[in-house]
């Protein structure tokens, strides 16, 4: 595996200035994009989430903060693998901490060097729990760091990562799970709805259309200071309600 070669403060401040992004969340993408490439070899994982959708199949809608992986073994070999990974690039990345860890999960908080933090760090969640019903494939990563060769990764099937997305829309209501499900349908990615409801009843729950829509004041007030920080490209939140309650043929 190539050497990974440190981003200097003026690349970054160039590539911010050329490509509209935060600084900050610049900087902390590139460091999960040196991570990511670190564990591209890793047995057992499959990449997935709102980070995978937006390297892979999104072209970088928007920035991301945190690596997700469904692990398709058991989680203790995992852990060894990626422990022995950190060890080896203590000059990237100086410290980490495993948190929240059970038989079939764990989380890893992996800490850098910024330019501007003092305590940066990214999320590495590692769930055993997940179940992958589509088969995983090859997928390259894109990105736009000189620094880091390119490089592809194990991930979760499109549709199945679209799939997870919905679930997230109606679990949990943050606005960057909106934002991708309105990217994912502008590129014309389709919604299986008996896949959602497949996924949903593992999680004991049942697809209601009503809670995609129920907090739209919640979604609303946190909008623009969520996805500001992440996007180049903002879509206005009224247009992606009226995209998602078309899609999903629902009325107020």
Same mark, same amino acid.
């Given at each position: 595996?190539?050497?990974?070669?440190?981003? %200097?403060?003026?690349?970054?401040?160039?590539?911010?200035?050329?490509?509209?992004?935060?600084?900050? *969340?610049?900087?902390?993408?590139?460091?999960?994009?040196?991570?990511?490439? !670190?564990?591209?070899?890793?047995?057992?994982?499959? #990449?997935?989430?709102?980070?995978?959708?937006? $390297?892979?199949?999104?072209?970088? $809608?928007?920035?991301?903060?945190?690596?997700?992986?469904?692990?398709?073994?058991?989680?203790?070999?995992?852990?060894?693998?990626?422990?022995?990974?950190?060890?080896?690039?203590?000059?990237?990345?100086?410290?980490?901490?495993?948190?929240?860890?059970?038989?079939?999960? #764990? +989380?890893?908080?992996?800490? *850098?060097?910024?330019?501007?933090?003092?305590? %940066?760090?990214?999320?590495?969640?590692?769930?055993?729990?997940?179940?992958?019903? !589509? %088969?995983?494939?090859?997928?390259?990563?894109?990105?736009?760091?000189?620094?880091?060769?390119?490089?592809?990764?194990?991930?979760?099937?499109? /549709?199945?990562?679209?799939?997870?997305?919905?679930?997230?829309?109606?679990?949990?209501?943050?606005? +960057?799970?909106?934002?991708?499900?309105?990217?994912?349908?502008?590129?014309?990615?389709?919604?299986?709805?008996?896949?959602?409801?497949?996924?949903? /009843?593992?999680?004991?729950?049942?697809?209601?259309?009503?809670?995609?829509?129920?907090?739209?004041?919640?979604?609303? =007030?946190?909008?623009?200071?969520?996805? =500001?920080?992440?996007?180049?490209?903002?879509?206005?939140?009224?247009?992606?309600?009226?995209?998602?309650?078309?899609?999903?043929?629902? /009325?107020?």
């Amino acid at each position: 595996m190539a050497e990974i070669k440190l981003i %200097s403060e003026n690349q970054l401040r160039y590539l911010s200035g050329l490509k509209g992004f935060n600084l900050i *969340y610049l900087e902390k993408d590139y460091f999960l994009t040196v991570l990511l490439y !670190l564990l591209k070899d890793t047995k057992g994982i499959c #990449f997935k989430g709102g980070t995978a959708l937006n $390297k892979i199949f999104l072209n970088h $809608k928007r920035l991301s903060e945190d690596l997700d992986f469904t692990c398709k073994t058991g989680t203790e070999d995992v852990k060894r693998e990626i422990t022995g990974i950190m060890e080896r690039n203590k000059y990237i990345f100086p410290k980490h901490a495993f948190e929240n860890q059970t038989d079939k999960f #764990f +989380r890893l908080k992996v800490f *850098y060097k910024s330019y501007f933090n003092k305590e %940066s760090y990214i999320l590495l969640d590692v769930n055993g729990k997940a179940s992958v019903i !589509l %088969s995983p494939e090859m997928r390259e990563v894109r990105h736009f760091y000189d620094e880091i060769p390119k490089f592809g990764i194990l991930t979760l099937n499109a /549709k199945e990562l679209m799939t997870e997305k919905v679930r997230a829309l109606v679990m949990r209501n943050q606005p +960057r799970d909106y934002f991708d499900v309105y990217a994912l349908l502008s590129m014309g990615y389709k919604i299986d709805i008996e896949l959602v409801k497949k996924k949903l /009843k593992e999680a004991n729950q049942e697809f209601e259309v009503e809670r995609i829509f129920r907090n739209a004041k919640k979604i609303y =007030s946190q909008w623009n200071d969520e996805l =500001s920080q992440l996007t180049n490209e903002q879509a206005e939140y009224i247009t992606v309600i009226k995209r998602l309650q078309k899609e999903f043929k629902y /009325k107020e």
